[in-house]
Every structure is written in structure tokens, then in C-alpha cells.
């Protein structure tokens, strides 16, 4: 079956530091991957996507590589600020079959920013 | 900018008692889940609706739990009798698919959630 597995967290950087949170998968096929954002009390929010090997997805200064060779996707951000602090999910889909798009998330990891 | 609409957004009940939830999708999104989310942890799936039909429903607990999505749209997901480990928060997610035959992927727009919480 499908599995997610993220770095575990508290992460804790002061402004302006490099992010880096690690994501690996297990999948059959060739899923789609996906960065999810969590502020608290709120629902998850898309970060980025990616639906194949080696595609860049990119947001708000966010990035993730699509990795097949390593099964990898992890999150990375130059520089962060006080307001990326959130929860953020990796997680994965694939479309085949009647899964239509059913996914599956990693545990989250908390990222704290001070200023 | 259209949202998936759920309510309440929260909820305090006794065990025993019975609990709904609501979710509104996005228009024209075919496919609705139920996500259950526990403090520290990632949602996993409940059930997953395409049009009215249930696609999915592995993980969800038919004892107590039950949903619906009559006319394919707005759905409704029931605990009958809620017990303690169900306070968690409740997500509802709907998608569209996008790319071409072969490639196709499912991007989920979720709602803010309902946090329940069983005394």
C-alpha cells in the first residue's frame, strides 16, 4: 500500500534561516505528490504539486522536486518567515482505478519561525 | 474565490449522544471525502464519494459511523453513539480531475474542519 514518511518535527528556526523538511513515499504506479500547509484552527490549504518524475513545484517561495529514483519530495524555502509558521503535510494520490485521487499523508511537521 | 463549506466548526457532546457534520463542496466537484484528523497526526480518509456513490469507506467505522451524499452534492457524515476517542477534527475535501488520459490527478480543496470534542 501507499505510505508517507516526513522528518519529524518540531522544527525551529529564527527569520530568514533555509527550510528544508524531508518527505519519502511508498506507492505502487506513479502517484502525484503533493505539500500541504496547516495554520492552526484551520483546514489544509494546497502548498504545491507535482504529477511526475522531475517536475519542480513551486509557491510562496516554496519548491519540491519530484524524486522517483530516491521516492523523494522534499519541501524547501530560502528564506522563512514568522508567518510560514504552520503544520505542514506531505502526501501523495494515485489517480488510477476508482481511487479517484484518494490521499495519503505523511504525520506533518510543525515549523515554528522566530523572528 | 469558491470554498468547501463545512459546519459546525466546532462541537462539544456527550458519549452516547449522536453528532452530524456538513460539508458543502466546491461546485461542479464530483468527488467529496471525509477526512478524520487526531491531534498531532495527518487526516486519513473516511469515505469518499463520487456523484452519490461511495467509492471508498474501508476505514470508516459502520457500527457508529454513517454518510451520505444524496443529490451528490452537500453531504452529511453522522456518529451514532459518539464515544471519546472520536474527538478529533473532521475535514471535508472535494476535488476535480485535472491532466490528460494516463496522467491524471485529483487536486483536494479542503474545508476549515469541525472540531469535536466527546466528553
Known amino acids: 500500500g501507499n505510505s508517507v514518511t516526513q522528518m519529524e518535527g518540531p522544527v525551529t528556526l529564527s527569520e530568514e534561516a533555509f527550510l528544508t523538511i524531508n518527505c519519502t513515499y511508498t506507492a505502487t504506479g506513479y502517484p502525484s505528490l503533493f505539500w500541504y500547509v496547516q495554520y492552526p484552527g484551520e483546514g489544509l490549504q494546497l502548498l504545491l504539486k507535482?504529477?511526475?518524475?522531475?517536475d519542480k513545484g513551486s509557491n510562496k517561495g516554496f519548491e519540491a522536486t519530484y524524486r522517483k529514483e530516491t521516492t523523494s519530495f522534499h519541501l524547501e524555502k530560502g528564506s522563512v518567515q514568522v508567518s510560514d509558521s504552520a503544520v505542514y503535510f506531505c502526501a501523495l494520490n494515485n489517480a488510477g482505478g476508482t481511487s479517484y485521487g484518494k490521499l495519503t499523508f505523511g504525520q506533518g511537521t510543525i515549523l515554528t519561525v522566530h523572528p | 474565490e469558491a470554498e468547501v463549506a463545512q459546519s459546525p466548526r466546532y462541537k462539544i457532546t456527550e458519549k452516547s449522544q449522536a453528532v452530524a457534520f456538513w460539508c458543502d463542496p466546491i461546485?461542479?466537484?464530483?468527488?467529496l471525502y471525509w477526512y478524520r484528523q487526531i491531534l498531532g497526526q495527518g487526516p486519513e480518509l473516511l469515505v469518499q464519494f463520487q456523484d452519490e456513490s461511495v467509492v471508498d469507506d474501508s476505514q470508516l467505522p459502520k457500527d457508529r459511523f454513517s454518510a451520505e451524499r444524496l443529490k451528490g452534492v452537500d453531504s452529511t457524515l453522522k456518529i451514532q453513539p459518539a464515544e471519546l476517542g472520536d474527538s478529533a477534527m473532521y475535514l471535508c475535501?472535494?476535488?476535480?480531475?485535472?491532466?490528460?488520459?494516463?496522467?491524471?490527478?485529483?487536486?483536494?480543496?479542503f474545508g476549515p474542519g469541525t472540531r469535536l470534542t466527546v466528553t
Open positions: 475535501a472535494s476535488s476535480y480531475p485535472t491532466g490528460t488520459s494516463g496522467r491524471i490527478s485529483y487536486e483536494q480543496y
Open positions: 461546485s461542479g466537484h464530483a468527488t
Open positions: 507535482a504529477t511526475k518524475a522531475d
